[in-house]
């Protein structure tokens, strides 16, 4: 009984059993826990997700666009006609381009020479004229040739022909290399110093009557195109900032949850982009109408003076111009009314 009380007392284990030691807890279990771990998300998978809100911000402002076809019908018209004023000037100027091209080509210098002069003289002198360097081609003109224009001119090929000397002398035509008018003074002011030359004449008045009506036109047309523009900017505005009103709740609730600006503005910049895009394919649409309806009177008035004459069209860098323009004012638009309003909402 003394031994037995003794082995209990010294921690022995009974006889025929023999004690395993446990195994130590794993560090995981005895260490505190730290709580959640965050977990850093990929640049592609951030990329995926931003391009997916896009695509479904894009499709979202679509549809509700067409929800209500009326009203946005409407909105995109006054943004056509805003364009088209601007655009059909543009287009009038295009076609006073080419005009100014041909009035280029028929801005001459007309040398009269000496009564004098005969007919190998007048082809030496042709010669000492082509020679200068402002000088791109010359033609002579003999006062018999002459007489014969200027009757075919008047129409009166008979009550000349009574005439006892040709009163006309021999002139040459010089077309120059430069049509700018201190250009041709420079060259009809050397001419002048040549040997059996009488007159240098230059007529560039109604000319350059031409080109400051084309500059006024130029000049009109970018401040009509930035007026419409503000005009287009305005209609956007306000028709993106009654839709931030009436999706007020809707903004606040989303920012409560931590939505930033930019999340909230981009479906908003897509109905914008949208607009600008309806605006200009209509204004293309009314542009092609007003062309069609047009061109039969305009060739008609065109043939009465013995002219052809076709009214210019937006050809593919014209529309894609156009096109880029409207979507670009109706994005800003948007922007510009979004952050506005944005501004003012406090989610509470």
Sequence with gaps: MKRSANTRQSGAAPRGKRQTPKPAAPASETAPRSGARAQQTRFSSRLRAWGRHHRAMALDSLYRLVRHPLGNLLTMLAIAIALVLPAALWLTLDSAKLLDAEL????????????????????????????????????????????????????????LAGLDDNPLPTSIVISPQNVDPAAMAGLAQRLEGLSG??????????????RHLADLGRR?????????GFGVLLVVGNTIRL?????????????????????????????????????????????????????L???????????????????????????????????????LAVTRHLSSIRPR
Aim: proline share 2%; glycine share 10%.
């Design 104 to 159: 280029d080509e028929s801005a001459t210098l007309t040398v009269y020479l000496e009564m004098s002069i005969d007919e190998a003289q007048a082809a030496r002198i042709e010669e000492a004229v082509a020679a200068d360097d402002g000088v791109a081609k010359t033609r002579l003109i003999s006062p018999e040739q002459g007489m014969a224009d200027f009757q075919q001119a008047l129409g009166v090929d008979d009550t």
């Design 297 to 335: 009177p305009v060739a008609a008035l065109a043939a009465s003076y013995g002219a052809s004459f076709t009214l210019p069209q937006l050809d593919v860098t014209g529309s894609t111009i156009l096109l880029s323009c409207s979507t670009l004012l109706g994005w800003l638009g948007a922007w």
């Design 243 to 295: 839709a931030v009103e009436s999706r007020r709740r809707e903004i606040e609730v989303v920012m409560l949850i931590g939505a930033t600006h930019a999340f909230v503005r981009r479906p908003f910049l897509y109905s914008g982009a949208w607009y600008g895009v309806g605006g200009g394919l209509l204004a293309l649409g009314l542009l092609g109408l007003g062309n069609h309806w047009l061109s």
């Design 220 to 228: 009109m047309a970018l401040a009509l195109g930035v007026l419409f």
């Design 197 to 210: 030359i009488d007159e240098v004449r230059v007529d560039l008045a109604w000319v350059e009557r031409l």
